[in-house]
């Protein structure tokens, strides 16, 4: 994508244009978490019946329809802001607003989710550190990062990509050699695939939501468009890419750890099961090892791309002037949106200490945001190519969106009733929003 394509949308070229496709995908895979199975792998195997590779494989065919949407739209409108900037020039500013304001639900608080996860992770390894100091820590940390510059930031990521994938190799190697000694009684079969003794489609569609959760942040991607060389087609390109890869990790590394350690109600506690198969396969030490590895994962990298990815949103909707215009100040020297980036900041660390107990409801609200957004974008899809701009391609602009609509959606009608009632207040105050903008003439129409 040229400069001209960006001012044809109405803005001018501001943020650095320096990302490869290989930072992209690194990026991508960062913000998902290569190993983001090690800290859900027990309450999946419990909810498939120990066929957990199945609820993978699903999951990841759901997913990638809703990243054909994000790629399509991604080419049409390469801008930054995700499922905001293309739900506005889709389906107009109002439901842009909502579906941006909605995605900040998940994006303002999965930074203090990780947070919190990474910060009691390391306390459990060391009692004596204060997981509230942890918290604050990485997020003075990352936000140094964050408004250093995206560059720095994409070096940063490789370096954490290399250890995490190092490790999940490590595991792998050994759980193989585990297997292959038969130790636990493992041996090499298609049971955590297919199980003829306990298969029930209803049992493994019922652990699907919880597996799908590891691959949310692949839409984080579409937030550089504008720092990308080359654009929405290289945006469109890193999003394939990062979910293939992530797809085949998740399921190589659960399918190793289901052959070791089979039977879920073995399990002492499913919140730590990994660390449990882990042991069994290698001892204490390759235990500590993955649940280290987690914790500075979601405390560090994983929780630095997703301040990355908010801050951009915020400046975004801020350049739009649908949030204050501070939001879209641009730091002179790193290019930067440095306002938002300290706002995200500030907000990670409130949100962390106040849910520091409540892991299990602000889980809820960060998945109910994120799933709503793609709701909407499947629909903004649809109705984009088929009735405004009616040249539609029936796979990618028909199928495609009522397929991913049909699968998030299944995944949507599980939630808790309260969850829906914070996700609707948090709707109703958008919505406030967003008449306050346009009152006082703020409010940008982005029709194309």
């Not at 995206?150 to 050994?174: G, K, P, Y």
């Not at 193989?176 to 306990?198: E, L, Q, R, W």
């Not at 801020?318 to 907000?347: E, N």
């Not at 049909?406 to 967003?434: D, N």
């Amino acid at each position: 994508m040229s400069d001209n394509t960006l001012e044809s949308l109405g803005y001018t070229q501001e943020l650095s244009r320096t990302l490869k496709l290989r930072d992209l995908v690194i990026y991508g895979l960062i913000f998902i978490v290569p190993i983001a199975p090690f800290g859900i792998f027990g309450h999946v195997m419990s909810a498939s019946g120990g066929m957990i590779v199945t609820a993978y494989v699903i999951g990841l065919v759901g997913m990638l329809f809703t990243a054909i949407c994000y790629s399509q739209m991604a080419k049409e409108f390469p801008v930054a802001g995700s499922v905001y900037s293309y739900v506005s020039r889709g389906a107009g500013s109002f439901a842009g607003f909502v579906a941006g304001w909605i995605m900040l639900l998940d994006y303002i608080l999965i930074p203090a989710l990780l947070y919190v996860v990474g910060a009691l992770a390391i306390h459990d390894i060391f009692p004596s550190l204060s997981p509230i100091l942890l918290v604050v820590a990485f997020v003075v940390f990352n936000t140094y990062i964050n408004i250093r510059g995206i560059s720095f930031t994409a070096a940063f990521n490789r370096w954490m990509l290399v250890a995490e994938l190092l490790v999940l190799a490590v595991f792998l190697v050994v759980g193989v050699v585990t297997i292959s000694n038969n130790v636990n009684g493992a041996v090499f079969s298609m049971a955590p695939v297919y199980d003829a003794d306990d298969f029930s489609l209803g049992l493994i569609i019922s652990a699907v939501p919880i597996a799908v959760l590891s691959f949310l942040g692949f839409d984080g991607i579409s937030t550089l468009a504008e720092e990308a060389k080359g654009g929405g087609k290289a945006v469109s390109k890193a999003i394939f890419l990062v979910l293939l890869i992530i797809g085949g990790l998740f399921i190589a590394q659960t399918w190793v750890a289901a052959l070791i350690q089979p039977d879920p109600a073995s399990f002492n506690n499913l919140d730590t099961a990994f660390y449990e198969t882990a042991r069994i396969a290698g001892g204490g030490w390759l235990a500590v090892l993955t649940a280290a590895t987690t914790a500075i994962a979601w405390g560090v990298a994983d929780s630095l791309v997703a301040q990355i990815a908010t801050a951009r949103i915020l400046y975004s909707m801020g350049r739009d002037r649908l949030l204050p215009a501070p939001l879209a100040r641009v730091h002179p020297r790193f290019k930067t949106p440095y306002v938002s980036a300290l706002l995200v900041g500030a907000v990670s660390i409130v949100a962390g200490i106040a849910f520091m107990q409540q892991l299990a409801l602000l889980t809820s609200i960060v998945t109910i945001g994120a799933l709503t957004a793609f709701i909407i974008l499947n629909i903004t899809t649809l109705y984009y190519f088929v009735f405004k701009k009616k040249a539609a391609n029936p796979f990618l602009h028909i199928l495609c969106p009522l397929l991913g609509l049909a699968v998030v959606g299944y995944i949507w009608s599980g939630f808790e009733s309260y969850t829906v009632l914070i996700g609707l207040a948090w709707a109703v105050v958008g919505v406030g929003v967003y008449a306050f903008a346009k009152r006082g003439g703020r409010a940008v129409q982005m029709e194309i």
